[in-house]
């Protein structure tokens, strides 16, 4: 990386890496390793202040984790920034959905503070490439 270019990205990028795999060990911390199923009956309700979603959420949060440090220590933010956007986006609608239908069946186990950390999540990707872009465009008008 020269002269700091895309720093801020990179920087996010790393912080969202963090976050997610923070909350993957939390939830697997809450959850176990019982299988890929909601979270089990009594343990707690859909309002209830926990990321933990499933077993399978989690894993998912600790795979974009590690994905998302990856790229920042590659100087992939942009790139990262765009499939977490995907990502993020298609999370977040499901939880929608989830959400609406209240399925106890949901594999993904979505609950309203999930529902917010993934809205958080696409809104750090749109900063993130926006900041990637900002830098690039920053550093092409320098060489002119």
Same mark, same amino acid.
């Given at each position: 990386?020269?002269?700091g270019?895309g720093?801020?990205a990179?920087?996010?990028?790393?912080l969202? &890496?963090?976050?997610?795999?923070?909350?993957?060990?939390?939830? #697997? *911390?809450?959850?176990?390793?019982?299988g890929? =199923?909601?979270? !089990?009956?009594g343990?707690a309700?859909r309002t209830d202040?926990?990321f933990?979603?499933s077993t399978?959420?989690s894993?998912?949060?600790l795979?974009?984790?590690?994905?998302?440090?990856f790229a920042?220590l590659r100087?992939?933010a942009?790139?990262? &920034?765009?499939f977490g956007?995907?990502?993020?986006a298609?999370? #977040? *609608?499901y939880d929608?959905?989830?959400?609406? =239908?209240d399925? !106890?069946?949901d594999p993904?186990?979505a609950?309203?503070?999930?529902?917010v950390?993934?809205?958080?999540?696409?809104?750090?990707?749109v900063?993130?490439v926006?900041?990637a872009?900002r830098a690039?465009?920053d550093?092409e008008?320098e060489q002119?």
């Amino acid at each position: 990386m020269r002269n700091g270019r895309g720093t801020g990205a990179r920087v996010l990028c790393g912080l969202l &890496g963090a976050a997610l795999l923070t909350f993957g060990i939390i939830g #697997l *911390a809450q959850i176990g390793l019982s299988g890929f =199923a909601p979270v !089990p009956e009594g343990t707690a309700d859909r309002t209830d202040v926990s990321f933990g979603g499933s077993t399978l959420l989690s894993v998912i949060h600790l795979i974009m984790g590690a994905l998302a440090l990856f790229a920042a220590l590659r100087n992939g933010a942009r790139m990262a &920034g765009l499939f977490g956007m995907i990502a993020f986006a298609g999370l #977040l *609608a499901y939880d929608i959905v989830a959400l609406i =239908a209240d399925d !106890p069946d949901d594999p993904l186990g979505a609950r309203w503070p999930v529902l917010v950390l993934h809205a958080l999540g696409l809104l750090a990707c749109v900063l993130m490439v926006a900041l990637a872009n900002r830098a690039t465009h920053d550093f092409e008008g320098e060489q002119h």
